[in-house]
């Protein structure tokens, strides 16, 4: 295994199953083997057979399988703590349900880490997604009931959508884990940690702390009434993410396009390569070699602009979700100038019944009073508590703002950096398969004899002497002073001006110039004339003829 490593070699490489060498060591359990393999970045652990089966699921035995799933916890990039939380792993269940493999490790000082393993619906994602708005429905959160469902064909599940639940969820609780709000939230680090959790207690708990942060809310901020200053506020933050709201849609449109552009490459390469296998002139190496480099075009679902795309797809749903919780405000400030109007009407109601006659319909009037008093009133803290949770709104949404801002660009800056470290690395393994399909038909060069210390190709010599390079080519003469070539057309020869420097040319260089005529054509430019007219005298006897008869 490790001579192939070090050799020229394509770790991806299938067999006549279309099984990868990480598929064989998965199916057989050789965890060693398996270990080995992810060493190298070029594995793709996407790759599926004919049947469409990855190598975690090519896997017969539980511990090979947990040992691939803790090798992809381990190859993600750790948290500031030292702690690694990933989706690892998706799969269908007999019910018709599907579940999710949540792994989290933490470092120890012995040079270990500690793995925790919890299995999770779809059904439990969004529990935890409406548990967290409804204890801080200020703060903002991505949406994820917009999935679409992999049994939409119930006898065969889409493995494809499937994938991109997984992704998408992960892409999800990453984002929960890096929130300025919810990354210490109790709920969310339970999630990973508890294998068991009872949806009806946490839907209880979450109940419970809405309502001590609205009484919070009420007894210890204090309402604004001027709400000029944070609509000004508002609408200058939304102005700033929309245009990067649009920004980020116009980058994930283009990543799509680009996409579905690749895969069409790759569908146009597989029918020419198919139809150039019915050409039988053509020599069997260089059907090969067309056939190596069409594989050399394919790529998984794992490839390095599919996770571009969910990078990018992660980053717009934070910025859709700030516009979210942005709207909060205005939606507040609406309630609050709605409830200002009620008041007005009542206290306007209040004013009015005063001026009813004294002793005519008292126990009416009084009556009207009375409920007109106690709806201002009533009217009157439904405006104080709009203003206070309006406060504690602002700030909850300027604070998160802020940090939402650093960390779209570290995500950004992670983004880049992971697609172009993937993409050097898979355009380098295209480059060596592509030079292992040229190098059957022997246009790259010969190889050293045995002989030699390595089997490097030597580059054939294809210096060239300068003459060989100018031949065939045009010389620019049109900066040439005119009157250069003189021709009399008094059957005389072309004259030339020895040492005259008027005309820009010498001997030499009028010998060289490509506008130089030779001595005999000046000859028969000369005689055209008289051959001419001997043709028309030998004519008019002919014509003469002619015209007799």
């Given at each position: 295994m490790k001579m192939l490593y070090r050799c020229d070699s394509d770790p991806n490489a299938p067999n006549d199953k279309h099984f990868t060498p990480l598929m064989v060591a998965s199916k057989y359990g050789r965890t060693d083997l398996v270990r080995t393999l992810f060493q190298d970045a070029r594995v793709d652990l996407s790759a599926k057979d004919i049947r469409g089966l990855t190598a975690v699921e090519l896997a017969k035995d539980d511990e090979v399988r947990n040992r691939i799933d803790d090798l992809v916890l381990l190859s993600n990039e750790p948290s500031p703590d030292g702690r690694m939380t990933t989706v690892v792993r998706s799969f269908f269940v007999e019910d018709g349900s599907i579940r999710l493999v949540v792994k989290s490790g933490a470092p120890n000082g012995n040079s270990t880490v500690t793995v925790t393993t919890c299995r999770r619906s779809l059904q439990d994602f969004e529990n935890l997604a409406k548990w967290l708005a409804q204890e801080h429905p200020a703060s903002w959160l991505p949406v994820i009931s917009n999935l679409a469902s992999p049994f939409l064909i119930p006898s065969r599940p889409s493995r494809s959508i499937l994938r991109d639940i997984q992704l998408r969820l992960d892409a999800f609780l990453k984002i929960l884990l890096k929130h300025p709000t919810f990354s210490t939230h109790e709920m969310v680090w339970e999630f990973f940690l508890v294998p068991d959790i009872d949806p009806s207690m946490l839907a209880e708990r979450s109940a419970r702390k809405s309502e001590l942060r609205a009484e919070r809310v009420r007894e210890e901020y204090a309402p604004i009434y001027d709400v000029r200053e944070v609509e000004i506020f508002v609408q200058h933050a939304r102005e700033s993410v929309r245009s990067l709201h649009h920004a980020s849609k116009s980058v994930l449109r283009r990543a799509n396009r680009l996409r579905s552009a690749n895969s069409d490459l790759i569908d146009a390469a597989r029918l020419s390569s198919t139809a150039l296998q019915s050409l039988n002139f053509l020599p069997g190496t260089h059907l090969q070699a067309v056939e190596r480099y069409t594989k050399t075009l394919t790529q998984s679902e794992a490839n390095p602009l599919a996770g571009f795309y969910y990078s990018i797809h992660a980053i717009s749903s934070t910025t859709t979700a700030i516009l979210t919780a942005l709207n909060r405000p205005s939606t507040l400030i609406t309630s609050m100038a709605t409830?200002?109007?009620?008041?007005?009407?009542?206290?306007?109601?209040?004013?009015?019944?005063?001026?009813?006659?004294?002793?005519?319909l008292d126990d009416a009037r009084s009556r009207m009073q009375r409920d007109a008093q106690d709806k201002m009133e009533r009217a009157t803290d439904e405006l104080s508590g709009f203003g206070k949770e309006l406060r504690y709104t602002q700030q909850v949404v300027a604070s998160e703002l802020a940090s939402w801002q650093g960390n779209r660009i570290d995500m950004g800056r992670k983004t880049l950096k992971e697609f172009a470290r993937r993409m050097v690395i898979s355009e380098r393994a295209r480059l060596e398969s592509m030079k292992r399909a040229v190098r059957e038909l022997g246009l790259s060069g010969q190889r050293l004899s045995n002989d030699g210390d390595d089997g490097d190709v030597m580059s054939p010599d294809v210096t060239f002497?300068?003459?060989?390079?100018?031949?065939?080519?045009?010389?620019?003469?049109?900066?040439?002073?005119?009157?250069?070539?003189?021709?009399?057309?008094?059957?005389?020869?072309?004259?030339?001006?020895?040492?005259?420097?008027?005309?820009?040319?010498?001997?030499?260089?009028?010998?060289?110039?490509?506008?130089?005529?030779?001595?005999?054509?000046?000859?028969?430019?000369?005689?055209?004339?008289?051959?001419?007219?001997?043709r028309a005298d030998e004519a008019q006897p002919i014509l003469a003829s002619n015209d007799h008869d």
């Open positions: 409830t200002q109007k009620s008041i007005d009407r009542h206290h306007l109601s209040i004013r009015r019944s005063d001026r009813w006659p004294l002793g005519l002497s300068e003459e060989l390079v100018r031949r065939g080519s045009i010389e620019d003469v049109t900066d040439e002073a005119d009157g250069a070539l003189v021709v009399e057309h008094n059957g005389d020869s072309n004259t030339h001006d020895d040492s005259e420097t008027t005309n820009g040319y010498n001997e030499e260089d009028q010998s060289s110039s490509p506008l130089h005529l030779d001595q005999e054509d000046e000859e028969e430019r000369v005689t055209m004339p008289e051959a001419l007219s001997q």
